[in-house]
């Protein structure tokens, strides 16, 4: 694979460039190098493809970010990738109006499949195999695609010659130039059929239901998409299939609330145990550990158990299970319990201003 560009180098912005900038850098570059103004050369197309590629990076505020963050590494994640000369036409038309589009010629790739799939909180943390069933278009078996009843095949298209493109003269933001469009009477793929399949109707596809083996990364979230590449619907006449992306529906856990990598755990404690310091078992995401509650602990303390948190999908490094004391008041003192209270109530009297609040347990718990 070739190394790619810095996308900042191939607009020729400089990295704290405003989206103004970045606008007006895209549309001069798009303009030098479109096809329609370079015919038959290598290089611009090329270039007519990166520069476009770098705009639809950095023209959305998000994938900015990630770009900035993770740099090309960024393209292996789903929604980044797969960026092709269609891509660059469709991001053109866009910016200038005009719906000028390229012949589509030959075999036309497939769309892709958008999945949501259910999975356990577990699942989500530590990663899983799941066999899901997907229901796409198949390239048909009769015609292997062809769209051609067995036994015939596909013939030249009279209009186009079977070069699936024809030309015509239009006034464009470019003054004249010549128009290659999609021929219409083979819809750009420069072969007709007059005996279709019976199977497929000609459309060289057939419905079906794929069974599928996916792989769940571990630390899947829900804003997160993963891509099966090749996975989505067939291509119309043969043509490459378009990929699988799944979104996942996380299922709640009992009793641990996720944030980001951290895991949030409400740990009950009663007052002695707060006030003497106590050793819990406490539920973990991996099965259970012991929190150490120390003497004197106030409500709201945050206990950190390091490490214990969900994996980063691409470092695998674990957050952190930060348990939240909450100290349990009874509500109902038996006739002994209510003594003991008592005699206590009357040595301390009205206690001292606590320190800290919840708030500042939690910051600390985050910083540290
Ligand atoms: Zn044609
Ligand atoms: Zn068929």
Same mark, same amino acid.
């Given at each position: 694979?070739?190394?790619?560009?810095?996308?900042?180098?191939?607009?020729? +912005?400089?990295?704290?460039?405003?989206?103004? @900038?970045?606008?007006?850098?895209?549309r001069r570059l798009a303009m030098q190098y479109h096809p329609d103004r370079n015919p038959n050369d290598k290089?611009a197309e @090329?270039r007519f493809?990166?520069?476009?590629?770098?705009?639809?990076?950095?023209?959305?505020?998000?994938?900015?970010?990630?770009?900035?963050?993770?740099?090309?590494?960024?393209?292996?994640?789903?929604?980044?990738?797969?960026?092709?000369?269609?891509?660059a036409f469709d991001l053109f038309d866009m910016f200038f109006g005009g719906g000028r589009r390229r012949a589509r010629t030959?075999?036309?790739?497939?769309?892709?499949?958008?999945?949501?799939?259910?999975?356990?909180?577990?699942?989500?943390?530590?990663?899983?195999?799941?066999?899901?069933?997907?229901?796409?278009?198949?390239?048909?078996?009769?015609?292997?695609?062809?769209?051609?009843?067995?036994?015939?095949?596909?013939?030249?298209?009279?209009?186009c010659?079977?070069s699936g493109q024809v030309r015509r003269s239009v006034n464009s933001v470019f003054g004249q130039v010549v128009n290659v469009t999609a021929c219409p009477?083979?819809?750009g793929?420069?072969?007709?059929?007059?005996?279709?399949?019976?199977?497929?109707?000609?459309?060289?596809?057939?419905?079906?239901?794929?069974?599928?083996?996916?792989?769940?990364?571990?630390?899947?979230?829900?804003?997160?998409?993963?891509?099966?590449?090749?996975?989505?619907?067939?291509?119309?006449?043969?043509?490459?299939?378009?990929?699988?992306?799944?979104?996942?529906?996380?299922?709640?856990?009992?009793?641990?609330?996720?944030?980001?990598?951290?895991?949030?755990?409400?740990?009950?404690?009663?007052?002695?145990?707060?006030?003497?310091?106590?050793?819990?078992?406490?539920?973990?995401?991996?099965? @259970?550990?012991?929190?150490?509650?120390?003497?004197?602990?106030?409500?709201?303390?945050?206990?950190?158990?390091?490490?214990?948190?969900?994996?980063?999908?691409?470092?695998?490094?674990?957050?952190?299970?930060?348990?939240?004391?909450? +100290?349990?008041?009874?509500?109902?003192?038996?006739?002994?319990?209510?003594?003991?209270? @008592?005699?206590?109530?009357?040595?301390?009297?009205?206690?001292?201003?606590?320190?800290?609040?919840?708030?500042?347990?939690?910051?600390?718990?985050?910083?540290?």
């Open positions: 694979m070739a190394v790619k560009r810095d996308y900042y180098e191939v607009l020729g +912005v400089s990295r704290d460039a405003s989206p103004e @900038e970045l606008k007006k850098a895209y290089q @090329e493809k990166e520069v476009g590629e770098a705009y639809a990076v950095l023209g959305d505020a998000q994938k900015r970010q990630r770009y900035d963050a993770f740099g090309h590494a960024g393209d292996g994640m789903p929604d980044l990738g797969g960026f092709s000369f269609e891509s030959g075999p036309q790739r497939g769309s892709d499949l958008r999945m949501n799939v259910e999975i356990t909180f577990k699942e989500a943390v530590f990663g899983a195999t799941r066999t899901i069933e997907v229901p796409r278009a198949e390239t048909c078996p009769d015609c292997s695609g062809s769209g051609a009843a067995p036994g015939t095949s596909p013939e030249q298209c009279p209009q010659g079977g009477r083979c819809r793929e420069g072969r007709i059929v007059s005996d279709p399949c019976p199977r497929c109707r000609g459309h060289g596809r057939v419905e079906s239901r794929k069974t599928l083996e996916v792989q769940i990364p571990a630390g899947v979230d829900e804003d997160v998409q993963v891509r099966v590449a090749g996975e989505g619907e067939a291509g119309p006449r043969g043509g490459p299939p378009g990929d699988l992306y799944l979104a996942f529906r996380i299922q709640p856990h009992p009793t641990l609330v996720r944030r980001g990598q951290d895991l949030i755990y409400e740990l009950p404690v009663s007052v002695p145990q707060a006030v003497l310091g106590d050793r819990i078992t406490v539920p973990t995401v991996d099965s @259970e550990a012991q929190v150490d509650v120390p003497a004197g602990t106030q409500d709201g303390r945050v206990l950190k158990l390091n490490g214990m948190g969900v994996p980063h999908i691409r470092s695998g490094r674990r957050g952190d299970q930060l348990c939240v004391v909450r +100290v349990v008041i009874p509500a109902h003192l038996t006739g002994e319990h209510r003594k003991l209270y @008592e005699q206590l109530g009357s040595r301390d009297g009205r206690p001292a201003d606590v320190r800290k609040g919840f708030f500042d347990h939690l910051r600390d718990a985050l910083r540290g």
